[in-house]
């Protein structure tokens, strides 16, 4: 179990990088270790939360600006790929219409 949540945490880091690299303009960084993660962006994350959850994912903010994910432990690399996908998705639609 444990080494199955530890594989699922790594998906998670390198695909939140990922997103980082994709989105300069709007993610700072990424903080976190294990499962519990987060995306610092360059503007309010209560956009982003609305439009993940408008999706289907559920994520928090800690802070005004960071993107909290706090997947459960069972959670498959297929899913942390399946949310990233949904996160950077959101990102890219507001990077069109201009958000900073």
């Known amino acids: 179990f ?3 949540a530890r594989e ?3 998906v998670l880091a390198k695909e939140l990088s990922k997103i980082a690299k994709r989105h300069p303009a709007l993610v700072a960084g990424v903080r976190g270790m294990g499962l519990i993660q ?4 360059n503007t309010d994350a209560g956009a982003v939360v609305d ?3 408008g999706q289907g994912l559920l994520v ?3 802070g ?9 432990l069972n959670i498959t690399p297929a899913l ?3 949310a990233c996908a949904i996160i950077s998705g959101v990102l890219r639609s507001l990077e069109s219409k201009g958000a900073p």
Do not use: D, T
Not at 64 to 72: E, F, W, Y
């Open 64 to 72: 005004a600006n960071v993107l909290r994910l706090l997947p459960p």
């Open 8 to 10: 699922s945490a790594l």
């Open 60 to 62: 928090c903010k800690a």
């Open 38 to 41: 987060g995306l610092a962006l």
């Open 80 to 82: 942390v790929r399946k």
């Open 2 to 4: 444990l080494e199955k």
């Open 51 to 53: 439009a993940c959850r």
